[in-house]
């Protein structure tokens, strides 16, 4: 497996069920993100992780927890969403350094989630 | 004052002539200007990149132009090809504050062969 991965591609979920994304970078980087990616908005960051430690929650509702056990693997636990959460959840991953850098985010393909 | 504005939402051109994808922010701190490419059932990927340092960069067809005081940047695509149909998205960042980009709302281009 080269660049980042996502799994599952699909995923169609009920209200009341619990589910979650994985995504898997392997490229060695040290910082990872979430996105949502809906129809009608411009690219969400949700969840940034720096060296496994959570450095942004950008205001996510609690229905959505993330983890990041290691610097290579990124979760999304889902639990009780709402139909408006149907939408491309996208991860992703770069190489940060000290004093802020212009490193590239290399995005995975994204697990497109509906909510029935 | 983090939004980065996109237009226009889409855009049909003939193959061999020009796109041009314009936006707009607010932020002055913001010191990084990427633009990325999507195609569908992809990720996005980093297509070029500016700072404001710079009023252009040429990465083969693909040309950023970028003006300060106007607090624009724009996307030039030179004699566009019918592979280069995919949307397209600016975003935004403060170096110094972490690599969280703000993106805008893409612009779906479709060349016609």
């Known amino acids: 497996e080269t660049g980042v991965t996502q799994t599952p591609r699909h995923l169609v979920m009920g209200m009341t069920n619990k589910k979650s994304l994985k995504c898997e970078q392997h490229?060695?980087?040290?910082?990872m993100y979430w996105y949502k990616q809906s129809a009608k908005k411009p690219l969400e960051l949700m969840f940034v992780?720096?060296?496994?430690?959570?450095?942004e929650n950008n205001s996510v509702p609690s229905r959505f927890s993330p983890e990041c056990p290691n610097s290579s693997h990124l979760f999304l636990h889902l639990h009780t969403l709402q139909p408006e959460d149907s939408a491309l959840y996208l991860c992703?991953?770069?190489?940060?350094?000290?004093?802020?850098?212009?490193?590239?985010?290399?995005f995975g393909p994204g697990t497109r989630l509906t909510v029935t | 004052q983090q939004q980065v504005k996109q237009s226009p939402q889409s855009l049909i051109v003939q193959k061999g002539g020009i796109s041009i994808i314009n936006c707009a922010y607010e932020?002055?701190?913001?010191?990084?200007f990427p633009w990325y490419q999507q195609f569908p059932g992809k990720g996005p990927a980093l297509l070029i990149a500016?700072?404001?340092?710079?009023s252009e960069k040429k990465e083969g067809r693909f040309t950023i132009s970028f003006n300060k005081s106007a607090k624009q940047f724009s996307l030039h695509i030179m004699d566009s090809q019918p592979g280069d149909s995919a949307t397209y998205f600016c975003?935004?960042?403060?170096?110094?504050?972490?690599?969280?980009?703000?993106f805008g709302g893409g612009t779906r281009v479709l060349v016609k062969p």
């Open positions: 992703a991953s770069s190489q940060e350094g000290p004093g802020g850098s212009y490193h590239e985010q290399y």
């Open positions: 500016i700072r404001p340092d710079v």
């Open positions: 932020n002055t701190a913001f010191d990084y």
């Open positions: 992780y720096n060296f496994k430690e959570q450095t």
């Open positions: 490229l060695g980087h040290n910082a």
């Open positions: 975003a935004a960042s403060i170096r110094a504050a972490g690599n969280k980009l703000t």
